[in-house]
C-alpha cells in the first residue's frame, strides 16, 4: 500500500500565521493591560480587532510571500552564474589542453626538422 504523503505549508505562510498570531496577542495585550496602566490614553475599539488581525495577516502574508519569491529568484540567478562561470572555465580549460597539445606537436616537429637540418651537414 502506497504511503500517504503529510501535507506541509509552505515555510512562508508559517512565518506568516506565528507573525499575526504575535502581533495580535501584543495588541490585545495592549487593549486589555493598557486602561489598567494608563486610564487615558486613547485605545482601539474591541470591535475593530477580528479587522486588524486579518488585515495583518495580509500584509505579514504579501511580505512573506514576496520575500520567498525574491529569495528563489535570486538563487536561480546565482545558480545561472555559476553555471556560466563553471562552463566559461570548462572552454578554457579545454582550450588549454588543445593548445598544449598544439604546442607539443610544434616542438615535435621543430625537432625533426631540427635533427634534419643537422645531419645533412
Do not use: C
Not at 479587522?51 to 536561480?76: E, T
Not at 562561470?85 to 598544449?100: C, L, P, S, V
Request: charged share 25%; glycine share 4%.
Amino acid at each position: 500500500m502506497a504511503k500517504k504523503k503529510k501535507f506541509k505549508l509552505p515555510n512562508w505562510l508559517i512565518n506568516t500565521l506565528e507573525m499575526t498570531v504575535m502581533v495580535a496577542i501584543l495588541m490585545a495585550l495592549y487593549n486589555f493591560l493598557g486602561p489598567m496602566v494608563f486610564k487615558n490614553g486613547s485605545y482601539f475599539p474591541w470591535w475593530t480587532f477580528p479587522y486588524s488581525v486579518v488585515g495583518a495577516l495580509f500584509l505579514i502574508g504579501g511580505w512573506n510571500f514576496l520575500s520567498h519569491r525574491m529569495n528563489i529568484m535570486h538563487n536561480q540567478i546565482v545558480a545561472e552564474d555559476n553555471a556560466k562561470k563553471e562552463r566559461a572555465e570548462r572552454i578554457r580549460r579545454e582550450g588549454a589542453a588543445k593548445e598544449r597539445v598544439e604546442a607539443e606537436k610544434r616542438r615535435q616537429r621543430n625537432a625533426n626538422r631540427n635533427r634534419n637540418n643537422q645531419q645533412s651537414r
